[in-house]
């Protein structure tokens, strides 16, 4: 399925963040998260510049591309980079379908978002818990995505931060309804229902997922409660 397609079919989902997978074992975990429904993978490339970490890239990317692309999946980018920019093409060549950048760091939201679309990639605008949830939000302007941090980022396996309730409900009433509004962040069982009441269309699970001792089994278990609704 294309990105296009993804997007304007809308609906809840929960997007396994590969980041907190087994990479030893990652075809395969992406294989049986696909075959218990999963079809939007969260893909954490970070820079070491604007968080800490140096995360996983394009080859990564490429190397489950292919499988999820079979499968009618996509590949959601989250580029927690200082310049985000120049990454736009490798993740486009490596099979990536969208890219979310952060709002603090580019100068003109929307002329970044204008060379992803030219690339043929999705875009979203993210925004860290210090942020302004306005400044996020009037970026988000003709994107497909807003994304609200929950937790600083970085790793895969932190806490979520209670704030961020209030935080996405703001951002819901603020962007148009053709945005999907993205939590990221320390999602779990006991408190994905209260994310998507606050207005969350997708929700990124890495650790709820892939740390636990059946990562099918909790996928499906968030699943369910993201289509129960708002
Ligand atoms: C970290 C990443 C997240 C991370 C989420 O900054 O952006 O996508 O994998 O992991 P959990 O769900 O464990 O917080
Ligand atoms: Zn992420």
């Not at 591309?65 to 920019?85: A, F, I, K, N």
């Not at 609200?148 to 970085?154: D, E, L, N």
């Not at 779990?188 to 969350?200: D, I, K, L, S």
């Not at 997922?209 to 699943?223: E, M, N, R, S, V």
């Amino acid at each position: 399925m294309a990105w296009a397609e993804w997007v304007t079919q809308g609906g809840a989902a929960v997007e396994p963040s590969i980041y907190a997978a087994d990479f030893a074992r990652l075809g395969e975990q992406v294989e049986s998260l696909l075959d218990a429904g999963a079809r939007i993978f969260h893909f954490d490339i970070g820079d070491g510049h604007f968080i800490g970490e140096i995360t996983i890239g394009p080859i990564v990317l490429r190397s489950i591309g292919g499988t999820v692309h079979e499968r009618g999946g996509v590949l959601d980018c989250h580029l927690m980079v200082s310049q985000p920019e120049r990454h736009f093409e490798s993740v486009r060549a490596a099979g990536g379908d969208s890219v979310t950048f952060h709002v603090e760091v580019v100068d003109d939201p929307q002329r970044a978002a204008t060379r992803a679309r030219e690339l043929g990639l999705g875009v979203g605008i993210a925004f860290n818990p210090e942020t302004e949830v306005e400044r996020a939000a009037a970026a988000a302007a003709g994107m497909d995505v807003a994304l609200c941090m929950s937790i600083h980022p970085g790793l895969s396996g932190q806490a979520f931060m209670p704030e961020a309730l209030d935080r996405i409900e703001k951002l819901r009433s603020l962007v148009s309804d053709t945005v999907l509004v993205q939590v990221d962040g320390g999602i779990t069982a006991e408190n994905a229902a209260a994310v998507r009441a606050a207005g969350a269309d997708l929700l990124v699970a890495g650790s709820a997922i892939f740390w636990q001792h059946d990562p099918t089994a909790a996928y499906l278990g968030l699943a369910q409660i993201a289509e129960a609704g708002a």
